[in-house]
């Protein structure tokens, strides 16, 4: 595996809320991976993985032959989740921004342990979850947004404390601590939109297709 950076689509086997979206993201993306069961919307979309990962025991049955070139990593490891599995492999294989489709929807606890583990990689791993629009997970630096015009945007602490400024939206931000809680919620594109996280990380969310 090359370790030039690229952008990989992550499919979980929670539920796909945007397929199309889903979709669009794929041919943007270097690598396409899914994580046991997550290959059922692979096949679902007609897309082609490069790389499934997993104990392989909800794999979609038959298996299309236009997979031939799929690689197939087994991982018995009881004590690890997909999710887990799947972030060491990306991070080992150089991947510098993940988009994550499936995350979401399934059991409440997977769900859950799913968030914790997005979370937990922040710093050293952009993800995106990809659900009914997108949710970036942003920490330190400056950011720009591509958000409509019109846009719902919610910046919303990820960490117990977090300090952004946030500008080209009707609400704009100066240097302001936001803890876990509702401010930041449901603010509007109205310009370029360019945040900047001094310190913790937040999640940046819209329920458009804009890029995050």
Not at 138 to 158: D, T
Request: with cysteine; proline share 5%; charged share 20%.
């Amino acid at each position: 595996m090359s370790r030039k950076p690229f952008s990989a689509l992550l499919f979980l086997n929670g539920g796909l809320e945007q397929p199309v979206l889903v979709k669009r993201l794929a041919r943007s993306c270097g690598l396409v991976l899914c994580a046991d069961g997550g290959a059922r919307h692979a096949r679902g979309l007609g897309l082609v993985p490069d790389v499934v990962l997993g104990d392989m025991d909800s794999l979609p049955r038959p298996l299309p032959r236009s997979w031939a070139r799929t690689r197939f990593l087994c991982d018995f490891d009881e004590d690890a989740s997909d999710f887990e599995k799947a972030l060491a492999f990306l991070r080992r294989s150089g991947c510098a921004r993940l988009y994550v489709a499936g995350l979401l929807g399934g059991r409440l606890d997977h769900a859950l342990v799913n968030l914790a583990l997005a979370r937990g990689c922040g710093t050293r791993l952009p993800v995106v979850v990809v659900d009914r629009g997108l949710a970036g997970l942003l920490g330190p630096g400056r950011h720009r947004l591509g958000l409509k015009r019109g846009e719902l945007l919610s910046i919303l602490a990820a960490t117990a404390r977090a300090r952004v400024s946030l500008s080209g939206v009707r609400y704009p931000l100066r240097r302001a601590a936001l803890a876990p809680g509702g401010r930041g919620l449901s603010n509007v594109a109205t310009g370029k939109v360019i945040l900047s996280v001094h310190a913790g990380l937040v999640w940046a969310m819209t329920p458009g297709d804009g890029r995050l």
